[in-house]
């Protein structure tokens, strides 16, 4: 037995070296926080004699935390022809062959959105969650920006209407002034009484002292709301020195402005031109709305913005999706 014992070590130890070693090889793919470090974690891998899927996996992980729409676009070939060599026995994400062929769908979605074809976009993305209904959390974003850009098209604001200055009650303000000379304007919705309005106006502050500097003008529009809220919002305004920026009005509680733009998330803007007609619609933060503010005037460039969210929320992160979440 005492002889047994060494030839039984010397047999198990370096099997379970091995997949000690691959489990870390794997956390290193799955958790890559760029390119680089993705390349690397797939060279190793590769030398360990680890699947192609696994390293297809890790890249959709990377280019989903990253909201690389485009990117993930682009797998869609890649996807299709795994797809046949799918294994459950290679795989750190997708349960079922159900699941794999589900980002295949979605990553065409992806593609047909590229290419602005919504019914495209329709057919992949509602077999995507027909093969996979638990990654709909996935795809809802993507079908709300498909219809809410859809139902934008159909808007044209009225500039000659007149709303409360928030500021000095007695004096109206339409969106025809707010606008001036300028090609566009940018539209802010807020409210003291929604945690992520209030944490977002840093953010909003950024924003709005770079489209100030640039000769865009800005207005925040508060959400109607009771007298409570009312008195909280202007004592905010009163005590913030970041309230200097731009225009404060109040958007009234019937024909209200946010329920013409469809506003359902804060923090979130609005980007129209001088016609009323909507450019972009959805979080400050988003690529989109920078692009389009770039085509105005090249020289606009998004702030930097480190962002600061108090321990209770830090507790439960929510996955990346948005361009905001």
Avoid: C
């Amino acid at each position: 037995m005492k002889r047994l014992l060494p030839l039984l070590l010397a047999l198990t130890l370096p099997n379970f070296a091995q997949q000690a070693n691959h489990e870390q090889l794997i956390e290193a793919l799955m958790q890559a926080p760029d390119e680089q470090s993705l390349n690397d974690a797939i060279t190793a891998g590769k030398k360990a004699g680890l699947s192609e899927q696994i390293f297809l996996e890790a890249r959709f992980i990377l280019l989903v935390n990253q909201n690389d729409i485009p990117g993930l676009a682009a797998l869609a070939p890649t996807f299709e022809a795994q797809l046949p060599n799918y294994s459950r026995d290679n795989t750190m994400i997708f349960g079922a062959k159900e699941d794999f062929e589900s980002i295949v769908h979605y990553t065409k979605a992806l593609g047909a959105l590229q290419k602005d074809d919504t019914p495209l976009f329709k057919k992949h993305i509602t077999e995507a969650y027909w093969l996979s209904p638990a990654h709909g959390t996935q795809f809802a974003p993507h079908i709300k920006a498909v219809r809410l850009k859809q139902a934008m098209s159909k808007v044209t604001l009225d500039l000659d209407r007149n709303f409360e200055d928030q500021k000095q009650s007695d004096k109206k303000t339409s969106l025809k002034e707010i606008a001036g000379e300028s090609p566009v304007f940018l539209i802010h919705f807020w409210t003291p009484w929604i945690q992520p309005s209030l944490l977002a106006m840093p953010e909003f502050s950024a924003v709005a002292k770079v489209l100030t500097e640039n000769k865009i003008p800005v207005v925040s529009f508060l959400l109607a709301g009771t007298a409570d809220s009312r008195k909280e919002a202007d004592n905010f305004i009163a005590e913030n020195k970041d309230t200097q920026l731009g225009r404060w009005l109040i958007d009234p509680s019937t024909s209200s402005l946010a329920s013409t733009l469809r506003i359902a998330d804060l923090p979130t803007v609005v980007l129209a031109n001088k016609e009323g007609r909507i450019l972009f619609n959805g979080d400050p933060a988003s690529i989109t709305l920078w692009q389009k503010l770039a085509e105005i005037n090249a020289d606009i460039k998004p702030p930097t913005i480190n962002p600061v969210l108090p321990e209770d929320l830090l507790e439960d992160p929510l996955t990346p999706q948005k361009e905001d979440e």
